[in-house]
């Protein structure tokens, strides 16, 4: 079993950044960022191997979000630069133990959350 807790979420203006942690109990194949606004469909954003620097990024978030992670605090990030009010969501981590869905998924563990909410 795993747990993973987000954390970083705030209400930011459009234009600012935000960086979002994700404290894991223990290591992991890979994590995955996803967010879910209100009324949209889940959508992945990231993910990044904890042996390696193996990167993955959805298209919809190239050169604003930035995936990362510190081995040693068993600690992955989410940097958010350049925020849109579009960007406004409830932000997951998760993790899987298995290269088998890399990068997309399937993930096994799931965090419960941390709000972005962007103003304009």
């Known amino acids: 079993q795993v747990q993973l807790v987000e954390s970083g979420g705030g209400l930011v203006q459009a234009g600012g950044s935000l960086r979002l942690s994700c404290a894991v109990s223990?290591?992991?194949?890979?994590m995955g960022w996803f967010r879910q606004a209100p009324g949209k469909e889940r959508e992945f954003i990231a993910a990044?191997?904890?042996?390696?620097?193996?990167?993955y990024y959805a298209d919809s978030v190239k050169g604003r979000f930035t995936i990362s992670r510190d081995n040693a605090k068993n600690t992955g990030y989410l940097q958010i630069n350049s925020l849109k009010p579009d960007d406004t969501a409830l932000y997951y981590c998760a993790t899987t133990d298995s290269g088998r869905g890399w990068p997309r998924g399937p993930y096994t563990y799931w965090g419960q959350g941390t709000q972005v909410t962007v103003s304009s």
């Open positions: 990044i191997r904890w042996s390696g620097n193996s990167l």
């Open positions: 223990r290591a992991y194949y890979a």
